[in-house]
């Protein structure tokens, strides 16, 4: 698919993107070489190919989910100017 200097121009227009008159053919030239690159994906047969989430299918090990530490929350609480039924008070910010 090849672009011409007024569809250039409207692409820059819609994402706000300032050209120079020079750059406008050069960036003509890459855009189209670009959408000649998604004609030639877009005409690949994958009718066969089931889709991946991943290229290589890798799993996630997870660890075992356990409580390595203490209940702290009391004592971190102590020192909080207010709380109630363990959470902290604080001063309202928006009304």
Request: hydrophobic share 45%; net charge negative; glycine share 4%.
């Amino acid at each position: 698919m090849a672009l011409d200097r007024s569809d250039v121009e409207r692409l820059a227009h819609l994402a706000r993107i300032g050209l120079q008159d020079a750059d406008i053919p050069a960036t003509a030239a890459k855009l189209s070489s670009i959408m000649g690159l998604i004609d030639r994906m877009q005409a690949v047969d994958t009718s066969g190919i089931e889709p991946l989430s991943h290229p290589l299918e890798a799993t996630q090990r997870l660890r075992a989910d356990e409580v390595t530490e203490v209940d702290q929350r009391d004592a971190l609480q102590s020192i909080a100017p207010a709380t109630e039924q363990g959470l902290y008070l604080v001063p309202r910010v928006i009304e």
